[in-house]
């Protein structure tokens, strides 16, 4: 058997910012949140988390972060 060692590693990133029109109150906003990264986790093999405005009613930012070995999983 052949080993051949790879060191490339690769790395994308995402900052999404949405507007949730309906949200009356801190507990709409996160429930928006909850179901939109626990969702996202099931279906993509990201990391993903709340990052910014965490106490603005009507404004949710979530960052998204996937690091991989190979450019086409990463993309």
Same mark, same amino acid.
């Given at each position: 058997?052949?080993?051949?060692?790879?060191?490339?590693?690769?790395?994308?990133?995402?900052?999404?910012?949405?507007?949730?029109?309906?949200?009356?109150?801190?507990?709409?906003?996160?429930?928006?949140?909850?179901?939109?990264?626990?969702? @996202?986790?099931?279906?993509?093999? =990201? *990391?993903?988390?709340?990052?910014? $405005? +965490?106490?603005?009613?009507?404004?949710? @930012?979530?960052?998204?972060?996937? =690091? *991989?070995?190979?450019?086409?999983? $990463? +993309?």
């Amino acid at each position: 058997m052949i080993y051949r060692k790879r060191d490339n590693m690769y790395m994308k990133s995402a900052k999404l910012t949405f507007y949730i029109s309906y949200a009356a109150s801190l507990k709409d906003k996160r429930q928006v949140c909850r179901s939109l990264i626990d969702r @996202t986790r099931q279906r993509f093999n =990201v *990391s993903i988390a709340e990052v910014d $405005a +965490q106490d603005v009613r009507q404004t949710l @930012t979530i960052g998204l972060a996937v =690091v *991989s070995g190979e450019t086409a999983h $990463a +993309q």
